[in-house]
């Protein structure tokens, strides 16, 4: 009988933990291929100019690209890792390892998976099967209580029907050997300067978390926020903080890479509530992932409304003839509205910012500046670590009331929003130290110091910190 040779396509499932076109290959047949490629079209400009992938996340994924080959070299094999478009890559190791079937996990988003059809295409002149596996969310696809036409666009119906229905599967076992070819020319891992980047991302000390790509690294970061330092138990109560690695779990960069399953984290989850404590954190923490898997399902159902101004509704918000001008300010932190300022100099310099933050530079954007809502969008593609497509544009359209389930309360008051989450003014003072001297009581409006305070402080409004871009006092919002 003849030798099968199964060509593992790595893309955003970079790990080896829970991975089952890794373990299925392994199953069915003599030999793998493991294969990722770095595809320039990742790395190209966007519509909007901005860039497909910013250093950071680009450093991010170079590192997890090198984490998942040493991880394989572990197992006995390796990574071919190519710089090219897989449509033209793939059809070249098939035949040059006389490779029997190409295994891949499907993405949703429409960029992603007309690549995957140009690679079946390609594979198919070749007669060669490409197969679809289902392996980015929490619950599979076929578990749902509903076909994907039929997913409620309303979150809390969807998540009701499925934790009263639906059961989240086992995880898939690692294997402990994965046997290669002889011959495999497993090349090197591209240097950021091949990929386009000029510079080095520079760490910044008040980032959350000092982030590493790689599973190694995210399973390090589940073994530290759920056991070593406890911190799931209080994940409820502290969700929306601002400062610090332990507020919330910051998964996410690892989960949109792939390098950490959504299930392997739900079955840590539950593992902890036997050990520890089942209590309404540990719950909470769930609960978010079920929000990722909503976005994800839909963008399966809705597919490219999500990138429409309108969304799903019937006209797009309301636009400023100055947005432009407001957008430039907004993406530099010059807003003069400290609260939006310290949040977008975070996202800048680290590639994070918290969810609260996020829902309210979003909201101000969209709801205050009235600017398009694709542009945030589109420059948090360019700027998030953890960016993915639908978890992206899903919340942006949500925030600018075109999404699916959205309801008119996405309008935040940043200036209730900044008293509340931040009410002694340190997240604002940890990104914005040229207003630091401003006591907690004003430093969110600095615009109401009297010049004698100013001076006081050693503030020159309008030249150290900005003038306020609006009179927010002026605007309604809750
Ligand atoms: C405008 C906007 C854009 C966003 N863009 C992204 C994005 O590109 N990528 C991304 O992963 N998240 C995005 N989010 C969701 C959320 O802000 C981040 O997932 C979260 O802040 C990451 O921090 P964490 O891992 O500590 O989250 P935790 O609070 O610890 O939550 C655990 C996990 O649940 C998932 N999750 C939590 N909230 C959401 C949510 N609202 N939507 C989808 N998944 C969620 C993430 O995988 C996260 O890691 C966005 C939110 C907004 C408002």
Known sequence: MSEKTILVWFRKDLRIHDN??????????????????FDPRQFELTSYQTKKTGLIRAKFLLESVSDLKQSLQQLGADLIIKVGKPEDILPELVQQYQVTEVYHHREVASEETRISADVETALWRLKINLRHFIGHTLYHKEDLPFPIKDIPDVFTSFRKKIERDSTVRPCF???????????????????????????EPQFDERSVLSYKGGETEGLKRMNNYFWETDSLKNYKQTRNGLIGANYSSKFSA????????????????KKYEKERVANDS?????????????????????????????????S????????QEFFELWKNAKTGIPFIDANMRELNATGFMSNRGRQNVASFLVKDLKVNWLWGAAYFEEKLIDYCPASDWGNWAYVAGVGNDSKEYSHFNVLKQAQDYDPQGEYVRLWLPEIAN???????QPWLLTELDLSAYNIKLGKIYPLPILDLLQVKSR
């Not at 076992?173 to 510079?199: A, D, R």
């Not at 792939?258 to 984290?265: D, I, K, M, N, T």
């Not at 401003?438 to 969110?444: E, K, R, T």
């Open 254 to 269: 690892w989960i949109s890479m792939g390098c950490l399953s959504p299930r392997e984290v739900y079955w840590e989850i």
């Open 173 to 199: 076992e690692t294997p402990s050997f994965i046997k290669i070819p002889e011959n495999l020319e497993s090349g090197n891992l591209p240097e950021l300067s091949e990929l386009g980047y000029q510079e």
């Open 20 to 37: 089952e076109i890794l373990l299925e290959a392994v199953r069915k047949s003599d030999y793998i291929v493991p294969v990722y490629c």
């Open 316 to 323: 797009a918000p309301e636009e400023a003839s100055n947005q």
């Open 282 to 314: 540990t719950y909470g923490l769930s609960f978010e992932l079920l929000w990722r898997d909503y976005f994800r399902f839909m963008f399966k159902k809705h597919g490219n409304k999500f990138f429409q101004k309108s969304g799903f509704k019937g």
């Open 438 to 444: 401003i006591p907690a009581g004003l430093i969110h």
